[in-house]
């Protein structure tokens, strides 16, 4: 079984913020707003997905692995909705405005995967994003960047990835169980991920647009271990549970154990 804990926070979020950045600092901010706005979107997708994956799996300690997975989904995306608001907030009502379609845009994409796609796509879609994520979380974990939680919304980003890093194995664990081909996890993991990353890519143009600015791709020592860390889910001996994971990580976990118990 995985070692999974649940930590119930809810985080508050005061936030003043500081977009005067330097171009790649910028890119790099603004795709980290992309991302949570997908998550009031994306996450309740992967819980909807893996309610239907519990039916089918036999495996009572994947079905365990699995509960935990999506009690700690729910926690993760009810977080950045709160942080949302404030980040929406921060822009002239015109770009919120445009922030909300392009949410109703992917949230329409996700009701239509849960009614109309086989558990099969939705299970590849969702470790196809999870395989991503612990791949951009190790990275930056390996960087330093989730103990500094600079970014807007500081200590929702060091929780969420380390929780992300903690449930590495559970996506993985249902396509194999369930489906277990690797052309198709890795073709319908590819599509998944482009589909994801290119709502986070219109998020985080209609913010640089709203501050006046260009989105500029970031490229720095994180970005590009981030990088080959994702080259590697696309082995076909590619398996999360053999990811040596950096002490800092459980570090923060234990960190986080001890908030949510007090
Ligand atoms: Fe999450
Ligand atoms: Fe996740």
């Known amino acids: 079984m ?3 804990t649940v930590r119930k926070i809810r985080f508050e979020f005061d936030e003043r ?7 790649q600092e910028l890119g790099l901010t603004l795709s980290s707003m992309g991302l949570s706005l997908t998550m009031p979107h994306l ?46 907030g921060h822009f002239e009502p015109d770009v919120g405005a445009e922030l909300e379609r392009i949410e109703a845009e992917m949230e329409a994409d996700y009701q239509r995967f849960s009614q109309e796609k086989s558990l099969r796509w939705n299970a590849a879609y969702a470790e196809g994003f999870e395989a991503m994520t612990c791949s951009g979380a190790l990275a930056m974990a390996e960087h330093g960047i989730l103990e500094a939680d600079a970014t807007p919304g500081g200590e929702l980003w060091p ?58 791709s970031p490229r720095t020592p994180m970005t590009r271990a981030a990088g080959r860390n994702y080259l590697r889910t696309w082995s076909p001996r590619y398996d999360p549970a053999k990811i040596v994971i950096p002490p800092a990580v459980d ?8 908030r949510a118990a007090s």
Do not use: C
Request: proline share 2%.
């Open 159 to 216: 929780w969420h990835m380390a929780e992300e890093i903690e449930h590495r194995t559970v996506a993985f664990g249902v396509f194999e169980h369930l489906v277990g081909r690797y052309f198709y996890r890795v073709v319908f993991g590819a599509r998944a991920q482009w589909h994801y990353l290119s709502y986070v890519r219109r998020f985080a143009k209609t913010m640089a647009r709203g501050l006046g600015r260009e989105l500029v």
């Open 17 to 23: 913020f500081d977009f005067d950045l330097e171009d």
């Open 2 to 4: 995985a070692d999974i």
């Open 43 to 88: 996450e309740p997708y992967l819980i909807r997905t893996m309610k239907v994956a519990l039916k089918e799996i036999t495996d009572p300690v994947l079905a365990e692995d699995v509960r935990r997975f999506s009690q700690q989904e729910g926690h993760h995306f009810r977080n950045h909705a709160d942080f949302n608001v404030k980040l929406r």
């Open 251 to 258: 570090a923060l976990l234990a960190r986080y154990s001890a």
